[in-house]
């Protein structure tokens, strides 16, 4: 029955462009270009091993899986769904125009088999595929995608702990309900960047880490990148996104002492190891033969410890290989948690010198716990001291790409953003920077954090744009998993919640049910994106502005619904920001609106 | 703002009957009738608890919450969905007429932090809620629910190990893809049941192993029942479950010799501790002085060793003292793992003795093995040994319920099931059965297991009895989380699945977001059900055949791709019944299609 099959291997892929459909509506066209954005060259990380981003975070299981997705979206009825467990392209049935016609369900395990070594076992047997949380649902956009969050966490650092006239306002709110300078900073904006003259420790230049060095530059700090892979580097200084790379600590001691002293927000990559490199500063800044840091942080990939982080003392080459070699696991995975320790010890001294401190999600704090660092999480998540405040909005990484590939629908949209929302001048600022700065990688896209309320309103308006021709193509809305209503991960976006709830993962199924309820276009469970296996678990919905009334329909219903989970998960656990937002809002909350 | 809230409490609950509705359709209507169903003190084991079955599984969080998810039905919108979180009604949002009208999300924790102990914090302190199956996710129908599935177990078991002619052929298929004795009886039917004069040893005769005493009837075989609590036993013996209980183990063995000697099928209670009385047991059957049981099997709650297990040497007085004191649950569940553990050794020492022995779903091999019992998992869990055969053709425990209340409305199903399938004779002799011996618990109910490309016919055969009037009221139509397509749970429904994939949970979750997406009335997404916080992962669907043609689409679609999902999952997995089934069936599984 069955004819020899030779198995597909790795080709260069670009997503498609224009307005020749190569499915069956743009609904389905969406997934089919949009995965393959993902692995476009200039987009993901290793296209050939069809990882996106993110240490192993990938697109399709494999070759075969990929070729097939793309076939079963090209032959998928207009009331038919896809169904993708751990990027393999499992089912094809029967729904409703109305539907998803994607549902993807990522590296999900047992809780109690929720393990790398587990999960690195199924992967070996072809079983299962790390999907990060953009990567394997499809909606990464490049480095870009990050910049935003990293610049808003910057600003927010500075205007924290560096802006003269109040400090201790962070987490207040104005009568009004508007946050002094979190997301809506109208007041502070002709002030001068409270970074300014000030730079930021941090490691890591990978996918998402890259971004660092530009948000510096956009909060107005120089900063200091330390990265282990030359190629990495190489990367960010071709796309702008860092400026300089200096010969040694020396060197780069000398160049940020320069330019702190000039106020010139420039970035400043080093090679070499953060775990050798933190160490040697926190000694030479208390010895005060080196610059203070005014913020440190990291992004390195801890939360994988066979492909994310390089032990102190081996060579680049050494890791690469024991990564290859699952006998050489063990081994790795030990060396690089005592690195962590070092490293997270490092980052204690510095805030034990007085300087903010924070963990940027990567899991590094629970990796030196284990091994003995028995304080390593006495610096905060980068979530609960600035970004929750956003959440308890709705407010988060909203993200767009135009299928049509012409850069002009973007600056279309821009200018739209801004037209829809005058009063919102930090988001107008970014979209000038990212206009002027940003390189688009594959599609073009943009990033804005917008919150519940202006979503939907963006969506509906670019739906009414392709619908009269202002537009080239279809424009294709989603999200990070990284969101207000869509994430259980108790080391990074549910750290520290008010009521204690940290783990509790009803939020983002319920979210992923609710968005698929409401008629998104692909809808995805995963686990394990960002801190790794065990530690979270997380939705991603993407739908498709394509002009028709029945989107408009959809847009309204899902760009409203699903940053109100966010807000209606931190209103239940007791934020007042998050009350006063759903009762504004109109939220229907049962237990809440009872009283 | 508020007023001064007094908490509500405690009452009994009935489900409304008849034809008047006390929500905007008969799709609210049913939630609002199932919620209540599950909590009638016909149907629940401790109603005031909001305790429906399972130890601790639970309908609502607490009291406040049941009145409001019934207050939140009452004013649903027909294109609104309620959101619960383990058991509190925490949102309505706007979706459309064909999505679900109930979301449910109960009891799921991130995996690092999915442990009984985090569980019962949070429990404590009233954010979460043990959902069990189909306690939360209201499609419980009582004892009989699982009357069914034990009956087909008992009865296989039988069928392999004492059947005359071909025992060996279990799991084999006759060619034309029929397995003898399995689901579908035929050839066998006239011979004597295989377990004639032959009994069953086993303990527990709660909410799911109360099933057991009838179900051994059922399968031609006596059977003597150890249960702790008396009053568990009095429930048994006056719904007829259990037929005599015994005043010792003297009198029980003396029973047992008498009434298989007569080859009379007669179930025997036996009030005490299995851990205790299984050893001496093992002793008495190597000394000869007791007779040998044909087949052990265990339904204690060992899943939950705070609520679920008593202690060897303890008194139940005192487990009920311990379990309600927080204090002394750290003594509680040493003392009841090494009860766990004694009673496995047991339950080996029967299997080395060359009885077939069985592990019923309880997890009770994992908390033995954990105390150090090696060769715990030496005997095998029900599903792969007498199960999995079944859920490669997508049979599985399929149930609905008469809104009417008219025990009428059950008969004229049960009869429309017989017309449908007239060659399911395995099918119809249930049916009959069951309508002899099977007291109704609360709303008229049945339960049949029954495979892809029936399930559908049966919902759209109900509704088309609906509209025309044939039938008093709509159908609610379920099923167990336990199903083919449903269920991610190592220890027992995807123990020992061929590829090893058996920690997968992505299929559960692809499996709810499909009946979302396909229009099921409400689905559910549960974790911990069955063996425990850790180690399970399900989904749950219930529809409601209206006798609408809107209804009737959406059962085609979702009673369709719903056992569909349990034969992809299966035939993924390599097993060639389902393989077989799938092309049979003509499923569109694009890996398995392409070569
Ligand atoms: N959304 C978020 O919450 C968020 C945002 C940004 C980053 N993060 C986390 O930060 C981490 C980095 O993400 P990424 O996508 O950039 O990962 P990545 O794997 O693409 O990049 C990590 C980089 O760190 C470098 N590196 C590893 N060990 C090093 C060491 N000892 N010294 C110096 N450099 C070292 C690697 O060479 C690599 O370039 C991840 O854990 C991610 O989850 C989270
Ligand atoms: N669908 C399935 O896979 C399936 C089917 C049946 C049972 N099970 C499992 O079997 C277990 C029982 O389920 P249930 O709903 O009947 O639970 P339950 O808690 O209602 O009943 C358990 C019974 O065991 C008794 N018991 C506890 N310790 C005992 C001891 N040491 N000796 C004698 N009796 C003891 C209790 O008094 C109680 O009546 C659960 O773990 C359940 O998950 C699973």
């Known amino acids: 029955m069955s004819t020899a099959h030779t198995p597909a291997g790795p080709r260069p892929v ?6 020749t459909l190569h499915c069956k509506n743009w609904l389905i066209e969406a997934a089919y270009r949009m995965i393959q954005n993902n692995l476009d060259p200039a987009v993901a990380e290793n296209p050939d091993a069809l990882v996106v981003y993110g240490g192993i975070g990938k697109a399709a299981r494999n070759w075969d899986c ?5 076939a079963s979206l090209r032959s998928l009825g207009e009331e038919e769904t896809l169904l993708v467990q751990s990027g393999k392209p499992v089912g094809v049935f029967r729904t409703h125009a109305d539907a998803p016609r994607v549902l993807i369900a990522n590296s999900n395990l047992v809780p109690h088999w929720a393990t790398w070594e587990h999960f690195n076992e199924l992967d070996r047997q072809g079983l299962m595929m790390y999907g990060q949380m953009t990567a394997g649902s499809w909606i990464y956009i490049g480095t870009q995608g990050i910049v935003q969050g990293t610049y808003e966490t910057f600003a927010e650092a500075g205007r924290q702990h560096y802006s003269s006239p109040s400090p201790a306002e ?7 309900g508007t946050a002094p ?8 904006a002709p002030a001068p960047a409270p970074l300014e003259g000030r730079w930021i420790l941090t490691a890591g230049l990978g996918g998402m880490g890259g971004a660092q060095p530009l948000a510096a530059t956009f909060a107005g700090a120089c900063s200091l990148n330390i990265e282990c892979q030359q190629s990495r580097i190489d990367f960010r200084l071709k796309t702008r996104y860092v400026d300089e790379q200096a010969a040694d600590l020396d060197d780069a001691l000398a160049r940020i002492a320069k330019y702190t002293a000039e106020k010139k927000a420039i970035s400043i990559a080093l090679l070499g190891n953060a775990a050798e490199i933190l160490p040697e500063l926190v000694r030479r800044v208390k010895a005060g033969s080196a610059p203070r840091p005014d913020i440190v942080t990291d992004q390195t990939s801890a939360h994988d410890l066979i492909n994310g982080y390089l032990p102190a003392g081996w060579t680049v080459e050494q890791w690469k290989a024991a990564a290859a070699d699952p006998a050489q696991h063990a081994d790795l995975k030990a060396a690089a948690a005592r690195g962590c320790a070092v490293h997270v010890q490092a980052m204690l ?40 405040p956003q959440f308890c909005e ?44 940003i390189a688009f990688q594959g599609l073009p896209a943009r990033i804005c954090w917008l919150g519940l309320g202006q979503r939907h309103r963006a969506g509906l308006a670019f739906n009414e744009m392709v619908k009269s021709g202002e537009l080239k193509g279809p424009i294709v809305i989603g999200r990070d998993h990284l969101d207000c209503g869509s994430v259980a991960s108790p ?81 239940d656990a007791g934020y007042d920001i998050a009350q006063r937002c759903a009762r504004e809002q109109g939220l229907n909350l049962p237990m809440l609106n009872k009283d």
């Open 14 to 19: 670009k997503a498609p462009t224009g307005a």
């Open 66 to 70: 990929f070729e097939q997705i793309l």
């Open 170 to 176: 962070y987490g207040g709110r104005s009568p009004e």
């Open 181 to 188: 300078g979190l997301g809506r900073p109208g007041a502070q």
């Open 349 to 388: 001294d510095f805030q034990a010198l007085g300087i903010p401190t924070v963990d940027y999600g990567n899991n590094i704090r629970q990796v030196a716990f284990d091994q003995g660092v028995k304080n390593a999480f006495d610096f905060p998540g980068f979530v609960p001291a600035y970004v929750r």
């Open 394 to 437: 709705g407010r988060g990484p909203f993200r767009w790409v135009a299928l049509s590939g012409d850069p002009e629908d973007i600056r279309k949209t821009d200018a739209k953003i801004k037209e829809l929302f005058p009063e919102e001048t930090r988001v107008h600022r970014w979209l000038d920077m990212a206009g002027e700065r």
């Open 491 to 571: 080391n990074r976006e549910t750290e520290a919640m008010k009521d204690g709830s940290d783990a509790v993962s009803d939020w983002p199924l319920l979210n992923a049910l609710l968005n698929t309820a409401g008629g998104a276009t692909w809808v995805s469970l995963h686990h394990g994106g960002g801190v790794g296996m065990g530690f979270s678990q997380h939705s991603g919905v993407v739908i498709v502005a394509d002009g028709t009334d029945a989107a408009a329909q959809r847009l309204s219903r899902v760009l409203w619904n699903d940053p109100a989970t966010g807000v209606m998960r931190h209103a």
